[in-house]
């Protein structure tokens, strides 16, 4: 059975920092491609991040390009978003979600959107308070 566990969200004060992470189970990690993806309330779920366990492979959402980052520890089969300088706007409830790489569009530009993922875990509610 695929599960995703998130863990790590919280409340912290504009400018400040969160680690997320992602603990997955029940699949062959590194053939996996991983996201995170947010929803505000009232809002679509939007896309963050993601990345190929298999080559490493990244692409992140213009809105947190510089101030976010995704990375995986395959031993660890665990997927983390360090999300810096966080703003306001960053408050929503982020989820981790996974797909087989080989259903993944080989543009990776694509990869943030909803409809490419079968497997989602329950969510993690990061506030951020300005």
């Known amino acids: 059975e695929v599960r995703l566990v998130e863990s790590g969200g919280g409340l912290v004060q504009a400018g400040g920092s969160l680690r997320l992470s992602c603990a997955a189970s029940?699949?062959?990690?590194?053939?996996?491609?991983i996201a995170w993806f947010r929803q505000a309330p009232g809002k679509e779920r939007e896309g963050v991040s993601c990345i190929s366990s298999s080559d490493g492979g990244t692409y992140s959402a213009d809105s947190v390009k510089g101030r976010f980052t995704i990375s995986t520890d395959n031993a660890k089969n665990t997927v983390y978003l360090q999300m810096n300088s966080l703003k306001p706007e960053d408050t929503a409830v982020y989820y981790c979600?996974?797909?087989?790489?080989?259903?993944?569009?080989?543009?990776?530009?694509?990869?943030?959107?909803?409809?490419?993922?079968?497997?989602w875990g329950q969510g993690t509610q990061v506030t951020v308070s300005s």
């Open positions: 979600a996974a797909q087989k790489d080989f259903k993944m569009p080989a543009d990776m530009t694509k990869n943030l959107e909803v409809r490419h993922y079968d497997y």
């Open positions: 029940g699949f062959t990690f590194h053939d996996y491609t």
